[in-house]
């Protein structure tokens, strides 16, 4: 009866525990608002700033697991380099140890009393705003009452001499021990998936002394590396630099514990010097937590180039494709798969400028050394990205009822359907100079005059386009549609079936496939300006 006890009241105070962590991050994510893209869009700008990126964000969404599974979908569709990749890495384990500090704050048996206050603001106050601090609140009362109830639960555990024997097999008092107990944490939060969840646990136990200071911090490094199993779960299918920063993560954690681990009585006397376990072990766990992955930044970074190049040479270079790579965890972060799909488009977007710029040089033979095969490589590309984004945003679309997403996925969906249908343009225009190539058709100076001017007007508003789509400006985006629309006018006596004579004929293709591609960019920012407007009116 005593065991049935202990089970009911660890599995309810887990449970709770766990339903708080994510209804405080939830909260937080809505009242982080774009903030929470910002962090998104500018993790790809040095080492050091993606380990400001991974920390913030993991305090934001109060999972390292969900981070790093957001990295390897970023590094499977090359949206990031893979230093990059390692730096949000670490971050993220700098942002998860504050958790730790949440559950040392040893406010736990007021959780009940923060739920109440949280839901009956929640309850009575009008304000959006307040209503979502209010339910954080909950969350956070959610997590404590949760810790709670598991302290409670363990209470008898440290009187039945089967559970001391068992914990004693765990001790730390030995290397053995310390091992032992590294190996047991990194298992429990590889099947919990949540090192969150295994920090509290321990803190129970070590709190009713059911172990000791030292074994709870020996479980936490061994939970460092467990927590790694869900990025690597995430990379499984993906490609070869997606799967290599989930090894990345792994060698990271396995390196500092085998680091650890021989100094580990030097390592916890000098954490007992700045926290005494006797007094606060809660705050002696957090401690030892944070120290671990801050010294990881230091003994990671100094080596990041040497690094990167043993990660490269794990798994074999070959030519891959889109994987089939699982974002799941990430459907519960719109924000988060959101900022993502955008990174897409503007991918497809510059994409397809490159190789429009590579059309016109190789049309006036500037660059011989390339190859025409790229604007049907271009064409593949942007299929595949559309595909990826429509499969990705209907899952999103499943998990959410939120009318604002719905309205940003179908901008995003739409922009990435123009813009593979302009990829389609780019490979007809190959066909026609292979057209030109077989038949030693050459273009007049007049001709490749036209084509030039044509060519430029286009080329400005794709520029244009890519800077607005990362960041929508409704001025901007309404003089741009005027210049479309000047564009079109300009080109509308273009007529490929009129009679000429077969070198102003392939001119006119030419021009008539500018055209649409000049409408679709046309299409794209009416798109844009719908969401903006949807926005306006919320």
């Known amino acids: 009866m005593i065991i049935l006890n202990i089970i009911i009241q660890v599995v309810g105070g887990l449970g709770m525990f766990l339903y708080g962590m994510k209804m405080m991050s939830d909260s937080i994510q809505e009242l982080a608002g774009y903030k929470l893209r910002e962090m998104i869009s500018r993790m790809t700008s040095n080492v050091f700033g993606a380990i400001l990126t991974g920390a913030l964000m993991t305090i934001v969404v109060q999972s390292s697991s969900v981070t790093t599974v957001m990295v390897v979908g970023f590094l ?111 298992f429990v939060t590889s099947i919990l998936q949540s090192s969150a969840a295994t920090i509290g646990i321990t ?55 085998v680091i650890i681990i021989p100094l580990f009585y030097v390592y916890t006397s000098i954490i007992g010097e700045i926290v005494d376990p006797k007094e606060n072990v809660a705050k002696y766990i957090a401690l030892s937590h944070t120290v671990f992955n801050v010294g990881l930044v230091f003994i990671f970074i100094p080596f990041i180039n040497v690094f990167l190049k043993l990660v490269e040479k794990i798994g074999r270079e070959k030519k891959e494709v889109e994987g089939e790579y699982s974002l799941e965890k990430l459907y519960n972060f719109p924000g988060i798969i959101l900022e993502k799909e955008k990174m897409e488009i503007i991918q497809m977007s510059k994409r397809f400028k490159d190789d429009m710029e590579l059309f016109f040089l190789i049309l006036t033979d500037k660059e011989e050394g390339k190859k025409i095969k790229r604007l049907f490589e271009g064409e593949e590309y942007q299929d595949r990205k559309q595909e990826s984004i429509r499969k990705e945003l209907t899952e999103l679309l499943n998990a959410t009822n939120s009318h604002q997403i719905l309205n940003e996925s179908r901008m995003i969906l739409g922009v990435s359907d123009e813009l593979e249908s302009m990829g389609d343009y780019g490979a007809s225009l190959a066909k026609i100079y292979i057209k030109m190539k077989n038949t030693e058709t050459r273009l007049s100076k007049e001709s490749l005059q036209k084509i030039k001017s044509c060519h430029m007007d286009v080329m400005s508003s794709l520029e244009i386009i890519s800077k607005l789509i990362e960041n929508s400006d409704i001025y901007e985006l309404q003089r741009l549609k005027e210049r479309c629309d000047n564009t079109s006018a300009s080109l509308s006596t273009i007529n490929p079936l009129k009679k000429e004579d077969y070198s102003n004929h392939l001119r006119m293709e030419i021009m008539a496939k500018y055209r649409r591609i000049n409408r679709h960019i046309s299409y794209i920012v009416e798109k844009i300006l719908e969401e903006l407007e949807f926005e306006g009116i919320k």
């Open 203 to 257: 803190m129970a136990l070590a709190t009713q002394e059911v172990i000791t200071p030292e074994t709870a911090v020996a479980l936490v490094l061994g939970q460092n590396i467990g927590t790694t199993i869900t990025a690597y779960l995430a990379s499984l299918g993906a490609k070869l630099y997606a799967r290599r920063a989930a090894y990345a993560h792994i060698i990271i954690k396995i390196v500092g514990v």
């Open 76 to 186: 499977n569709a090359a949206l990031m380099t893979l230093q990059q990749a390692v730096g949000v890495i670490l971050g993220a384990g700098i942002g998860t140890t504050l958790t730790g500090w949440i559950l040392a704050l040893e406010i736990d048996k007021y959780g009940l009393l923060i739920i109440g206050i949280g839901t009956l603001t929640f309850l009575f106050v009008q304000s959006v705003k307040i209503k979502k601090r209010a339910l954080a609140a909950v969350g956070v009362g959610m997590i404590f009452f949760g810790l709670y109830i598991m302290k409670s639960g363990v209470t008898p555990v440290k009187d039945m001499p089967q559970f001391i024997s068992f914990f004693s097999f765990f001790s730390a008092e030995t290397y053995r021990g310390v091992i032992f107990s590294a190996l047991m944490g990194a």
